[in-house]
């Protein structure tokens, strides 16, 4: 019984450094190379809406809304302009101030 016992005893050993060194390898993180990248690192801009004279677009980067649109009167394919725009870090506040922007010559809606 005492040589059956120094016989297995090196196997034994031998698995439970195996063992041991699964567990270190499972519980150490790997050095990986990273990119220093934005903070959002999706999309810069989405489109909400077109309409073909306006466009309502979102800057995921700097957290705004604008609001583009083209002046009255003019033909399909005129130059949008920028009228307004919004702040979207202060969604959930009660209310919600508005940046203007070029306002004169805007199309308005026809009263019916």
Do not use: C
Not at 58 to 71: E, G, R, S, V
């Amino acid at each position: 019984m005492f040589a059956n016992w120094k016989n297995r005893m090196p196997m034994v050993v031998g698995i439970a450094l195996m063992v041991v060194a699964l567990i270190m390898m499972v519980r150490s993180e790997p050095a990986q190379a990273q990119r220093a990248e934005a903070a959002g690192s999706g999309v810069r801009y989405s489109v909400i809406e077109t309409q073909g004279f306006n466009l309502l677009v979102t800057d995921n980067t700097a957290n705004k809304l604008y609001y583009y649109a083209t002046d009255k009167d003019v033909p399909v394919g005129s130059p949008m302009k920028l009228r307004a725009s919004l702040d979207l870090t202060q969604v959930g506040r009660e209310e919600i101030k508005i940046t203007p922007h070029n306002l004169e010559n805007i199309r308005k809606k026809e009263d019916k």
